[in-house]
């Protein structure tokens, strides 16, 4: 069973920054591709940025040119740079694999991410 384990969440005023971080449990040779995923309180969770497995990126409109996502695969690590923190980039956020055979890992525990003066 893959597990992933994410941390770095924490609570940061606007404008402030956190780097995320996702660590898994297995390499990521079978992997299509990673993401970070969030959900807010009352809301649908959703895909905020993949990482492809070429290390093609995307991004949600509501969080381009802030985040960034990377990932390094000798420590089977997906880590995502949050800068410019607004109150609307509060939620839960998670992050899963997708393999070649479109298999989905199970989710992590998710961190909590609330930016807040």
């Known amino acids: 069973q893959v597990q992933l384990v994410e941390s770095g969440g924490g609570l940061v005023q606007p404008g402030g920054s956190l780097r995320l971080s996702c660590m898994t449990s297995?390499?990521?040779?079978?992997?299509?591709?990673m993401g970070w995923y969030r959900q807010a309180p009352g809301k649908q969770r959703g895909l905020v940025a993949p990482?492809?497995?070429?290390?093609?990126?995307k991004y949600a409109d509501s969080v381009k040119g802030r985040f960034v996502i990377s990932r390094d695969k000798a420590k089977m690590a997906v880590y995502l740079k949050m800068n410019s923190l607004e109150p609307e980039d509060t939620a839960v956020y998670y992050c899963?694999?997708?393999?070649?055979?479109?298999?989905?890992?199970?989710w992590g525990q998710g961190t909590q991410v609330t930016v807040s003066s």
């Open positions: 899963k694999g997708e393999t070649k055979t479109r298999y989905f890992w199970p």
């Open positions: 990482i492809g497995t070429d290390g093609d990126t």
């Open positions: 297995e390499s990521f040779i079978k992997v299509l591709r």
